[in-house]
């Protein structure tokens, strides 16, 4: 099933489950495949590679959205992007460390291993965020 299937299941999940933040963001996923798919020398064939250039840009575009949103104090606004965001993200490629870069997973012996476990599955439990500097929706404040 490739992602375009898969954003089609989830449209129907959300439609079911009468999600209208997810549904709305999913539906917007779609139209940008569809776009792209129909796109002059696409062929309408979308590749998984090209999905998820469309995914990651989505993503920043809504991330740059609620950054602005919140310098001009329209915090609903700014609310209402990162919501989509949270639905975009998790279908975004997580970026993958250099191999220099990435935790030792070698256990120098068998008492060691457990904790060469913990300590691996501890630092992939949650994705990295691949937008640092842009802030989360923190509480609006009168001034």
């Not at 999940?13 to 917007?28: P, Q």
């Not at 068998?110 to 501890?122: E, F, L, Q, Y």
Request: proline share 11%; with cysteine.
């Amino acid at each position: 099933m490739d992602l375009f299937d898969t954003i089609s299941a989830d449209i129907k999940s959300a439609m079911l489950a009468r999600d209208k933040v997810r549904l709305e963001a999913l539906r917007g996923i779609k139209k940008e495949f569809l776009e792209a798919k129909s796109a002059p020398g696409a062929g309408g064939e979308l590749t998984d590679d090209a999905a998820m250039k469309i995914l990651v840009k989505m993503a920043k575009q809504r991330h740059e959205s609620a950054r602005i949103y919140t310098e001009q104090n329209r915090p609903e606004l700014a609310e209402a992007e990162l919501a989509e965001v949270a639905v975009i993200e998790p279908t975004c490629p997580r970026p993958s460390l250099p191999r220099s870069l990435r935790p030792s997973c070698a256990a120098s012996s068998p008492r060691r291993v457990p904790r060469v476990r913990r300590t691996w599955a501890a630092s992939w439990a949650q994705p990295p965020r691949p937008w640092p500097d842009v802030p989360t929706a923190a509480p609006f404040r009168q001034p």
